[in-house]
């Protein structure tokens, strides 16, 4: 197993490599370092030795991937693409365009997405796995036709009218918890209660629906029937057989997830004013801060490499036939 | 069940409200409450530029000068002099002398950089900090040195001060003591000692006054010394926050500011919270004893010479999303707000003959309403290099001044601004000296004068200009071809469709077909350097209340491709630039007034802005909020603010109370949905076989 890691985590490095330089490519496509510097300084009063001031600063006055004026390695090592990017790979995140540190906002911001995204990821698997094991074990009866139609129905809607819809509701017109903000410690409750139950209403029509998929698929196969010829009650053919086999293809699409809880949720951390890692992404591409974009998609691309390596490992946890190659 | 009943009832007892979002010990107390929707980029005053970090840096720094609160037009008092300084002309009037004397015993607020143990900590140390007021806390006296160790800051290799530029071209020696400085800084230096090195144009008179040169005249200094660029910074301050480790923790100066005001910053996390809490060291300043007209019928004379500041702590929550936002601030959370665009219909209600009100449900929980038109204006402006709509030709001012006549402002402020806007009839905004109100004030080559009012010219006289300018019916008298013209803007998304189809009417009523090249703001400003562009929406904001920082904005010196200076439009006029280069030296008076008026005339005639509008903020405060008043050129307004707390606690109660009523109606249905499933569960279980 170990040296199955080993080698998976080779493999990450040059899809890492790709997928920096990638989001390199994407970034300067559409902003250059001149716009990243007046984005900065601001509109007002902005002279053309301010701008080339800034950019010597930051190290973006260099050519972004080959520098025709040096010779052999420095003509690809004095670029901005080369001095940005491998830092990264000893998790030296550097300093934002504003100037604060980015690993201290990153641990910083850490604590309040996962007090967000860990709720609504285990009671949301709980309860959609419930649900869809119960329309499952109900299947072709009338709880199971409205259930789909509930699931189909609340898949339908946009996670915005949930999250709207949710704080008109639970906080303007019932005053049940704050609209929005954040605090640290115990004090986070009251501000999470809200976020987290959107988020599950707002995910659980799909989930439910797909589980409820995997769990029929399994009750057509014949060690399920086995199981009912030997005479086992249907709530231990569900839970001890059915349940623990369709686990397999739920794992695929839960597992890889954990890793990347970290990153936070983009829209739910906005609109509930979570100062999470989410809403650090999206004040940084709106701030064109490449400093933070880079680092955010480099630590996500990361996390989401650790989530297919544990997805592979848990396969040979719950199924024996999986073995490492 | 029964239990969940009960507890729900229990805690809906014990709890006053449940969607507080501030801890329970600040109820009742002395804190106003506001909220930032931008994270600040810099709170380094020789950094700060914008009003979403105004809103902190000026409750912090103390520059000489202030903004008068009340009195209109806007008028310079002193805030750490001891009186605006006259300028003194030297050497035949080429150069200026401006003395400034501060007061004396004024104190810094209470901060680690004061106490000389803290310029020696270890990393480890630092590293454990929670925040810098974690260490032991000292203060000292503001002296003349801060000042001029500020405006030595502005030359600081470190930095990048927007104002550099600017100032280089007026205090003796700073451009040079920048070019010195960078020749210097080689980073190998923990920390750039700017007492070492001297700024020719600014000497220490003695420790309460200091003396700042300038080259020739430049009036519109006095206005810069009512700005955080040049408010005092100690030199310990830099030193302190200059200790390795301290970037590491995001304590830096540029985060943490350290001044004599009436606040100070006691919590930053920009992205949640910023907290400003009394300075303890304030000397206490009264309340104005004078206004404007009318200030004393609002009431806003009522603190009159009592000590100021009235608030204990200001605590700023992030905002990043409108509707979240005005929801706290109707449930009293926020004791201020501007109104969405979303919402403007429930929170105003304009009567047919236009009067602006608050809405019933506004009223009903004592909001109040108050209106002020920007220092600002956003205007259509042509490119002046332009072959088509550009240049000094007969032909195409015509064609500019036909455009001005169809674009019906006052229709664009009514749809996509609910009114909250006035049409702009020259450069010059509200409040400024120069402008004319009234019959005076109407641009006469597109308005006219009736029954007591500004009128549109009716729009067959543009067609009668394009006619003259050789596209009758909007076509090349010569060629046929139709006239096509460009407008290029920065598109928010879908939600601009109305506006771009608004924008081809106005030019379709002239038959002039337009063609919206929508894009974003990095290739929208390379188009305006490049000078590309053809019809371009633009603003500006007033640095300070003076004729100048407008009028420059079409002065051909600071044309844009030329010498990439703020006149966007590269307007030149030799009459406008010569009579500019008079007025901006002047003090008001009613030859400076003439002046202007032919300026105006020429830029109406001339018309590189067609035409545009200065934005009319609407503020929203509850009843238990005293004092406040817009003022768009400071931002050091929080102390002057008084709020009852006790009533606000009372309104947020009686507001806020729990409906719980729909948490028991949706837990009994889940009941009740559960129960055939239960039944047909148990059924299921007890049959003898499974069905096929």
Same mark, same amino acid.
């Given at each position: 197993?170990?040296?199955?890691?080993?080698?998976?985590?080779?493999?990450?490095?040059?899809?890492?490599?790709?997928?920096?330089?990638?989001?390199?490519?994407?970034?300067?496509?559409?902003?250059?370092?001149?716009?990243?510097?007046?984005?900065?300084?601001?509109?007002?009063?902005? !002279?053309? #030795?301010?701008?080339?001031?800034?950019?010597?600063?930051?190290?973006?006055?260099?050519?972004?991937?080959?520098?025709?004026?040096?010779?052999?390695?420095?003509?690809?090592?004095?670029?901005?693409?080369?001095?940005?990017?491998?830092?990264?790979?000893?998790?030296?995140?550097?300093?934002?365009?504003?100037?604060?540190?980015?690993?201290?906002?990153?641990?910083?911001?850490?604590?309040?997405? &996962?007090? &967000?995204?860990?709720?609504?990821?285990?009671?949301?698997?709980?309860?959609?796995?419930?649900?869809?094991?119960?329309? =499952?074990?109900?299947?072709? !009866?009338?709880?199971?036709?409205?259930?789909?139609?509930?699931?189909?129905?609340?898949?339908?809607?946009?996670?915005?009218?949930?999250?709207?819809?949710?704080?008109?509701?639970?906080?303007?017109?019932?005053?049940?918890?704050?609209?929005?903000?954040?605090?640290?410690?115990?004090?986070?409750?009251?501000?999470?209660?809200?976020?987290?139950?959107?988020?599950?209403?707002?995910?659980?029509?799909?989930?439910?629906?797909?589980?409820?998929?995997?769990?029929?698929?399994?009750?057509?196969?014949?060690?399920?029937?086995?199981?009912?010829?030997?005479?086992?009650?249907?709530?231990?053919?569900?839970?001890?057989?059915?349940?623990?086999?369709?686990?397999?293809?739920?794992?695929?699409?839960?597992?890889?997830?954990?890793?990347?809880?970290?990153?936070?949720?983009?829209?739910?951390?906005?609109?509930?004013?979570?100062?999470?890692?989410?809403?650090?992404?999206?004040?940084?591409?709106?701030?064109?801060?490449?400093?933070?974009?880079?680092?955010?998609?480099?630590?996500?691309?990361?996390?989401?490499?650790?989530?297919? &390596?544990?997805?592979?490992?848990?396969?040979?946890?719950?199924?024996?036939?999986?073995?490492? +190659? | 069940?029964?239990?969940?009943?009960?507890?729900?009832?229990?805690?809906?007892?014990?709890?006053?409200?449940?969607?507080?979002?501030?801890?329970?010990?600040?109820?009742?107390?002395?804190?106003?409450?506001?909220?930032?929707? #931008?994270?600040?980029?810099?709170?380094?005053?020789?950094?700060?530029?914008?009003?979403?970090?105004?809103?902190?840096? *000026?409750?912090?720094?103390?520059?000489?000068?202030?903004?008068?609160?009340?009195?209109?037009?806007?008028?310079?008092?002193?805030?750490?002099?001891?009186?605006?300084?006259?300028?003194?002309?030297?050497?035949?009037?080429?150069?200026?002398?401006?003395?400034?004397?501060?007061?004396?015993?004024?104190?810094?607020?209470?901060?680690?950089?004061?106490?000389?143990?803290?310029?020696?900590?270890?990393?480890?140390?630092?590293?454990?900090?929670?925040?810098?007021?974690?260490?032991?806390?000292?203060?000292?006296?503001?002296?003349?040195?801060?000042?001029?160790? #500020?405006?030595?800051?502005?030359?600081?290799?470190?930095?990048?001060?927007?104002?550099?530029?600017?100032?280089?071209?007026?205090?003796?020696?700073?451009?040079?003591?920048? =070019?010195?400085?960078?020749?210097?800084?080689?980073?190998?230096?923990?920390?750039?000692?700017?007492?070492?090195?001297?700024?020719?144009?600014?000497?220490?008179?003695?420790?309460?006054?200091? $003396?700042?040169?300038?080259?020739?005249?430049?009036?519109?200094?006095?206005?810069?010394?009512?700005?955080?660029?040049?408010?005092?910074?100690?030199?310990?301050?830099?030193?302190?926050?200059?200790?390795?480790?301290?970037?590491?923790?995001?304590?830096?100066?540029?985060?943490?500011?350290?001044?004599?005001?009436?606040?100070?910053?006691?919590?930053?996390?920009?992205?949640?919270?910023?907290?400003?809490? $009394?300075?303890?060291?304030?000397?206490?300043?009264?309340?104005?004893?004078?206004?404007?007209?009318?200030?004393? =019928?609002?009431?806003?004379?009522?603190?009159?010479?009592?000590?100021?500041?009235?608030?204990?702590?200001?605590?700023?929550?992030?905002?990043?999303?409108?509707?979240?936002?005005?929801?706290?601030?109707? *449930?009293?959370?926020?004791?201020?707000?501007?109104?969405?665009?979303?919402?403007?219909?429930?929170?105003? $209600?304009?009567?047919?003959?236009?009067?602006?009100?608050?809405?019933?449900?506004?009223?009903?929980?004592g909001i109040r309403l108050r209106t002020s038109a920007d220092t600002t204006i956003?205007?259509?402006?042509?490119?002046?290099?332009?072959?088509?709509?550009?240049?000094?030709?007969?032909?195409?001012?015509?064609?500019?001044?036909?455009?001005?006549?169809?674009?019906?402002?006052?229709?664009?402020?009514?749809?996509?601004?609910?009114?909250?806007?006035?049409? /702009?009839?020259?450069?010059?905004?509200?409040?400024?000296? +120069?402008?004319?109100?009234?019959?005076?004030?109407?641009?006469?080559?597109?308005?006219?004068?009736?029954?007591?009012?500004?009128?549109?010219?009716?729009? #067959?006289?543009?067609?009668?200009?394009?006619?003259? /300018?050789?596209?009758?019916?909007?076509?090349?008298?010569?060629?046929?071809?139709?006239?096509?013209?460009?407008?290029?803007?920065?598109?928010?998304?879908?939600?601009?469709?109305?506006?771009f189809d608004w924008w081809r009417r106005q030019f379709a009523k002239i038959s002039?077909?337009?063609?919206? $090249?929508?894009?974003?703001?990095?290739?929208? *400003?390379?188009?305006?350097?490049?000078?590309?562009?053809?019809?371009?929406?633009?603003?500006?904001?007033?640095?300070?209340?003076?004729?100048?920082?407008?009028?420059?904005?079409?002065?051909?010196?600071? =044309?844009?491709?030329?010498?990439?200076?703020?006149?966007?439009?590269?307007?030149?006029?030799?009459?406008?630039?010569?009579?500019?280069?008079?007025?901006?030296?002047?003090?008001?008076?009613?030859?400076?007034?003439?002046?202007?008026?032919?300026?105006?005339?020429?830029?109406?005639?001339?018309?590189?802005?067609?035409?545009?509008?200065?934005?009319?903020?609407?503020?929203?405060?509850?009843?238990?909020?005293?004092?406040?008043?817009?003022?768009?050129?400071?931002?050091?307004?929080?102390?002057?603010?008084?709020?009852?707390?006790?009533?606000?606690?009372?309104?947020?109660?009686?507001?806020?109370? /729990?409906?719980?009523?729909?948490?028991?109606?949706?837990?009994?249905? &889940?009941?009740?949905?559960?129960?055939?499933?239960?039944?047909?569960?148990?059924?299921?279980?007890?049959?003898?076989?499974?069905?096929?």
């Open positions: 197993m170990l040296a199955y890691i080993v080698r998976r985590t080779l493999y990450a490095i040059p899809i890492l490599v790709g997928i920096n330089l990638f989001t390199f490519a994407l970034f300067f496509l559409v902003n250059t370092p001149d716009d990243m510097a007046r984005m900065q300084l601001g509109v007002k009063r902005v !002279t053309p #030795e301010a701008i080339q001031k800034w950019k010597a600063d930051r190290g973006y006055d260099k050519p972004l991937l080959y520098n025709a004026g040096q010779d052999g390695v420095r003509s690809v090592s004095e670029t901005i693409f080369f001095e940005k990017s491998l830092k990264l790979f000893a998790f030296d995140f550097g300093r934002a365009e504003d100037n604060r540190d980015i690993a201290n906002e990153i641990r910083t911001r850490m604590g309040p997405s &996962l007090a &967000l995204a860990v709720p609504v990821f285990l009671v949301g698997l709980a309860v959609n796995i419930t649900f869809a094991l119960g329309m =499952a074990f109900f299947r072709a !009866t009338y709880l199971d036709f409205w259930g789909v139609i509930l699931c189909v129905a609340m898949m339908s809607i946009s996670s915005l009218f949930y999250i709207i819809g949710g704080q008109y509701l639970i906080s303007k017109l019932w005053h049940l918890a704050p609209i929005s903000g954040y605090e640290g410690g115990l004090d986070a409750l009251k501000f999470l209660v809200m976020p987290v139950i959107i988020g599950i209403i707002s995910s659980f029509g799909g989930s439910a629906r797909f589980y409820r998929t995997v769990f029929l698929e399994e009750m057509g196969k014949d060690y399920v029937r086995t199981a009912r010829a030997k005479g086992l009650a249907e709530s231990v053919v569900m839970f001890r057989h059915v349940l623990k086999n369709g686990l397999i293809p739920v794992l695929t699409g839960v597992v890889v997830v954990i890793p990347t809880l970290f990153l936070g949720s983009l829209i739910s951390e906005s609109f509930f004013g979570i100062p999470g890692l989410g809403s650090y992404t999206i004040d940084a591409i709106q701030a064109q801060d490449f400093a933070v974009v880079r680092s955010m998609v480099f630590i996500g691309s990361a996390l989401y490499i650790v989530g297919l &390596l544990l997805t592979d490992i848990s396969y040979t946890m719950v199924d024996p036939r999986v073995r490492f +190659g | 069940m029964r239990a969940l009943l009960l507890t729900l009832v229990f805690v809906a007892g014990c709890a006053e409200v449940w969607n507080d979002p501030y801890p329970a010990a600040d109820r009742g107390r002395n804190v106003l409450y506001s909220a930032f929707t #931008e994270r600040p980029k810099h709170l380094d005053p020789v950094q700060s530029y914008t009003e979403d970090e105004a809103r902190f840096t *000026q409750q912090v720094y103390e520059p000489p000068l202030q903004y008068h609160y009340l009195r209109r037009p806007y008028e310079l008092v002193p805030l750490t002099a001891l009186e605006v300084p006259r300028a003194v002309e030297v050497e035949g009037g080429r150069y200026t002398v401006y003395t400034i004397r501060i007061r004396r015993g004024i104190r810094y607020q209470p901060h680690p950089a004061f106490v000389a143990q803290n310029h020696g900590l270890e990393r480890a140390r630092i590293a454990r900090l929670d925040s810098p007021y974690s260490l032991p806390l000292g203060t000292r006296e503001l002296t003349a040195d801060d000042y001029i160790y #500020e405006i030595k800051r502005l030359a600081s290799p470190r930095l990048h001060s927007p104002i550099l530029g600017l100032m280089s071209e007026y205090i003796v020696g700073l451009r040079e003591l920048a =070019a010195r400085l960078r020749k210097l800084d080689t980073r190998k230096q923990d920390w750039l000692d700017l007492r070492e090195h001297r700024l020719e144009g600014v000497e220490k008179v003695d420790d309460y006054s200091y $003396r700042v040169k300038l080259k020739g005249r430049y009036p519109q200094f006095v206005y810069w010394l009512a700005m955080p660029f040049f408010a005092p910074v100690p030199w310990e301050a830099e030193r302190f926050f200059e200790q390795p480790g301290m970037a590491e923790k995001n304590f830096t100066l540029d985060w943490w500011p350290v001044g004599t005001g009436a606040y100070m910053l006691t919590e930053n996390n920009p992205n949640a919270k910023m907290e400003l809490a $009394r300075n303890p060291n304030f000397r206490g300043e009264p309340y104005p004893a004078d206004g404007a007209p009318g200030d004393a =019928a609002e009431g806003l004379l009522a603190d009159a010479g009592r000590t100021m500041p009235f608030v204990e702590r200001v605590l700023f929550s992030r905002e990043k999303e409108s509707i979240p936002y005005w929801n706290k601030f109707l *449930q009293g959370y926020y004791d201020s707000s501007a109104i969405p665009s979303d919402t403007f219909d429930q929170a105003v $209600r304009v009567s047919i003959g236009g009067e602006v009100g608050l809405t019933p449900e506004m009223e009903a929980k956003l205007y259509l402006g042509v490119n002046w290099l332009d072959a088509t709509v550009g240049g000094d030709a007969e032909r195409s001012r015509k064609l500019r001044q036909a455009i001005a006549i169809a674009v019906d402002w006052e229709e664009f402020i009514s749809i996509f601004l609910n009114g909250r806007g006035q049409v /702009a009839h020259d450069p010059l905004a509200p409040g400024i000296f +120069g402008q004319r109100s009234g019959r005076e004030g109407i641009n006469p080559l597109t308005h006219l004068w009736q029954g007591g009012r500004a009128q549109r010219r009716p729009v #067959e006289q543009a067609r009668a200009l394009l006619a003259e /300018a050789g596209y009758p019916d909007g076509r090349d008298a010569k060629t046929g071809a139709p006239l096509v013209l460009y407008l290029d803007t920065v598109g928010r998304g879908p939600g601009d469709k109305p506006r002039v077909q337009l063609e919206i $090249r929508d894009t974003d703001w990095n290739r929208f *400003q390379e188009k305006i350097r490049k000078g590309s562009q053809q019809l371009y929406i633009l603003g500006w904001n007033a640095d300070y209340p003076d004729p100048e920082n407008f009028l420059f904005l079409l002065h051909g010196a600071q =044309a844009r491709v030329k010498s990439q200076g703020e006149n966007t439009s590269n307007y030149v006029n030799a009459e406008f630039d010569a009579l500019f280069e008079r007025m901006k030296n002047m003090a008001n008076s009613e030859e400076r007034q003439r002046i202007i008026d032919r300026m105006v005339d020429i830029a109406r005639r001339d018309a590189p802005w067609i035409g545009g509008f200065h934005p009319v903020a609407y503020g929203l405060s509850h009843a238990w909020v005293s004092n406040g008043k817009p003022n768009n050129m400071a931002r050091n307004n929080l102390k002057y603010v008084r709020i009852d707390a006790r009533g606000r606690a009372a309104l947020r109660r009686e507001w806020n109370q /729990a409906v719980l009523w729909p948490v028991l109606l949706i837990l009994a249905l &889940l009941v009740a949905g559960s129960i055939p499933a239960y039944v047909s569960y148990r059924r299921r279980e007890r049959m003898a076989a499974k069905p096929a």
